[in-house]
């Protein structure tokens, strides 16, 4: 399994991971975030799916909204647009990929806002904060702890020291520690 990880000070969004990937017998490492142009990523689940959706699905790379022709405009709700234009792409990633049982949650950060997706939701946590994957209750733990001691001014360390805490009393979590920023 995996820990995904974002924080955000509502203009810009720090995502990190830890690397161990699991497949069958394999243990091989890599980042679970990723970007498409303005728009981070991050997936857990298993392998099959993270390879569908990081190698099969046409993700947006900003926000478009879908009444507009193609254009980008100022107003549009992004829980309803990831709902309707990320969510299906993820779905279609998984039939394409001949995948019966997919399992996996995706935290997208985009606008300086963290959503967060599963196979059929969309949600949106009121903290400036949030986790996913198997590691995330030790995540959040120190998120909680590290954003009101160093008074949230070190986004990207306090995004790295909960991926770290999480690979330090999670088995299924490991190092390296990956953090991008959008």
């Given at each position: 399994?995996?820990?995904?990880?974002?924080?955000?000070?509502?203009?810009?969004?720090?995502?990190?991971?830890?690397?161990?990937?699991?497949?069958?017998?394999?243990?091989?490492?890599?980042?679970?975030?990723?970007?498409?142009?303005?728009?981070?990523?991050?997936?857990c689940g298993n392998l099959d799916c993270y390879a569908a959706i990081r190698h099969g699905a046409k993700l947006p790379g900003s926000v478009i909204n879908a009444r507009s022709g193609g254009d980008l405009v100022e107003a549009v709700e992004l829980d309803r647009w990831?709902?309707?234009?990320i969510l299906p792409r993820l779905k279609e990633a998984m039939v394409k990929a001949g995948i019966s049982?997919?399992?996996?949650?995706?935290?997208?950060?985009?606008?300086?806002?963290?959503?967060l997706i599963d196979e059929n939701a969309v949600s949106e946590d009121?903290?400036?904060?949030?986790?996913?994957?198997?590691?995330?209750e030790v995540a959040l733990g120190a998120m909680h702890m590290l954003m009101n001691r160093q008074g949230r001014r070190n986004h990207e360390?306090?995004?790295?020291?909960?991926?770290?805490?999480?690979?330090?009393?999670v088995p299924s979590c490991g190092g390296p520690v990956f953090v991008r920023s959008a």
């Open positions: 399994m995996s820990v995904i990880v974002g924080v955000t000070n509502g203009s810009t969004v720090w995502m990190g991971s830890d690397s161990a990937i699991t497949g069958s017998v394999t243990y091989l490492t890599g980042c679970k975030v990723f970007s498409v142009g303005k728009v981070l990523y991050g997936v990831a709902y309707h234009t049982e997919p399992c996996f949650s995706v935290m997208v950060g985009i606008e300086g806002r963290i959503l009121r903290r400036p904060y949030a986790a996913l994957g198997e590691g995330s360390g306090i995004v790295e020291k909960a991926v770290e805490a999480a690979c330090e009393f």
